[in-house]
């Protein structure tokens, strides 16, 4: 089993407010896992605690990702290990073009693994396949990263750029919320044509509309902070049968 | 009492012979920097930049004497290619094409010819006080001028591209042209201003825009940050006709920008847009005076200003709406980006008005790199480093991205995102 990432005892705080007590996850290659709560659980703060973001107190426990101690890693370090974070709310950078920022973002882990520059023909042959891919045209391409689209065209931006980089570890955070059901799908085959062996995607939602078009192998519910259940994707029905409260009622009774 | 300006003027004077008319040029606009005296920072208008070590440096120039230049100008940029270079080494205006399109005319101030002086000459006497000495000092000690005349009804097929080099050596470079473009023509001028060393530049440049006439206008400044460079445009709108006018500094150690620009017409209209970039201990600034003196006039300022290390950014933009004015619409914006602590901007934008009947609005902000663009950026693998680069480029982009000329926005932009690099 070729594991990818073991979070253990994951306990961190933003201020004076503790958000993840105690988390543990343990994801290989080739799994998918969802990671449902309700709000305020702390799906995104795990999101952005994996991917690097400031303001993070991490005060005991893990996290290695391939073997490495990932809280130790600057963002674009764990970037050009493969790691690879999906915005809930991707930012507009006006004056920063589209395929500007893959290029250096592909150069980026290209100079890592010691390989040489991506050829600009290649890149673009590449841009347009994935961009195809995602039902995005050139104009897309062209613009200023994320200014002015919609939060659908924001949420496809998103799976374009992770189809370009070819992550070994996809984190996406609510990439389906405000998404209609074409976006919604267009988004999800972005991820199922993605999935393979080496490669491993946690999705973190809310609903569990997104996974009748990703099928994840586990699903696991957060709730105050901690993983209160795992199990497969029947879980994920269950919860949106009857919602979150029989899960965090028996949690609290344990 | 003689002053030193005197001292120097007459010495000037004496090495830099000229045709008969150049004297009195010369010395009616020494009588009146005598009376104004350099710009000093009791005056509202120079209280956040003391021009007083650039004047030294000026004057102790011009006291010496004069040196070919010790080295060539480095390559002209691939912009140049698309365009009718003209080159101007130390200050010295070079040899002009000579193969120009129809409809353009080249005259130089010290080509002798007397109907040619007269008509440079007026259009000189024209530019006035404006500069509150800085003006008058250009012509104090001019040896040449440029005129570029463009033919009523012409639109020039190639941009003009001015490469104004300077080598560093001890020379004050004086540049002063002259740009007339004729009713209902259509012309690109850039002038770009480039060099190494502890230059001293003192540049005036007059745009005069016919009726109908669309003039887009570029000056690029990247001189060594040792550089001192101050620089003035005149522009004068006739009735119905369009200045787009992109003004970036980001070299010199001190510069100063004056952008004085007349509606004078009726339905005149001006796009001003600038760019500064102040890092290490440099001291840019930037003066922009847009007069509405016709009804239905526009205008429309933008000015971007960055400032990191101990760099220092000063704007300042007036508007003034002069009773009669009716109908003018303008806005002006100013925003910052304040990089570190140490680093300063000053920023004063005004409105003063004397019509009714008009639309005006002026703001400022400054601000930092928003984090989560700069995690967002990092999360796909740029550094910290490139991705603050990235966003201080980005941040110049709604400035640089109107420049109609493909090569000339890249070379402008390029030359933004070096800079950014090294400092």
Known sequence: ?254 | MTSAIQTTHAKFVASHPAATWLPRLRSVALESLERHGFPTVALEDYRYTNLKPAAERAIDYLGRSEQPPQTQPEAAPAAAADALRIEVVNGRLQRLPEDLPAGLTLRRLSAGDKAQHDLIAAQINEAGQRGAGLVEFNAAFLTDALQIDVAPGVTLPTPLYLDLWSDGQPISNLPRVLVRCGDGSNATVIEHFRGTGAGSTNSVTQLACGTGAQLEYVKLQTESTDAHHLATQIATLAAGSCLNATYIDLGSALARNDLHCDLAGAGASASLRGAYLAADAQHLDAHIWINHRAPHTQSRATHRGIAKDRGRIVFDGKITVASGADGTDAALQNRNLLLNDGAEIDTKPELEIYADDVKCSHGATTGQLDPMSVFYLRSRGLTDVQARQMLIGAFTRKITGHIGMPTLRQLVESSIDDRISES
Do not use: C
């Open chain 1, 1 to 254: 089993m070729n594991r990818l990432l073991s979070v253990n005892g994951l306990r961190v705080s933003v201020g004076e407010a503790e958000i993840l007590r105690g988390l543990d996850l343990e994801v290989n290659a080739g799994e998918v896992h969802a990671i449902m709560g309700p709000n305020g659980s702390g799906k995104s703060t795990l999101a952005h605690v994996l991917a690097g973001r400031d303001g993070y107190d991490v005060t005991a426990g893990s996290v290695t990702y391939r073997g490495e101690d990932l809280l130790e890693l600057a963002p674009e370090e764990r970037a050009w290990r493969g790691l690879f974070l999906g915005f809930q709310y991707p930012v507009e950078i006006p004056g920063v073009n589209n395929v500007a920022l893959l290029k250096a973002a592909l150069n980026a882990r290209k100079k890592y693994q010691g390989e040489p520059e991506v050829d600009s023909i290649e890149f673009l042959k590449r841009v347009r396949e994935k961009a195809g891919l995602m039902e995005m045209d050139d104009s897309f391409l062209q613009r200023a990263v994320n200014e002015g689209f919609s939060g659908g065209e924001k949420k496809r931006n998103e799976i374009f750029q992770m189809a370009l980089l070819e992550p070994e570890l996809a984190i996406l955070d609510e990439t389906d919320s405000g998404l209609d059901i074409d976006a919604l799908k267009i988004v999800a085959n972005g991820v199922n044509r993605m999935r393979n062996d080496q490669r491993a995607f946690i999705l973190v939602t809310h609903y569990q509309r997104l996974l009748d078009y990703i099928q994840p192998d586990f699903v696991h519910v957060l709730a105050r902070g901690q993983v209160v259940k795992t199990g497969d994707k029947g879980l994920a029905l269950d919860l949106e049968a009857q919602g979150y409260d029989w899960v965090l009622d028996k949690a609290a009774n344990q």
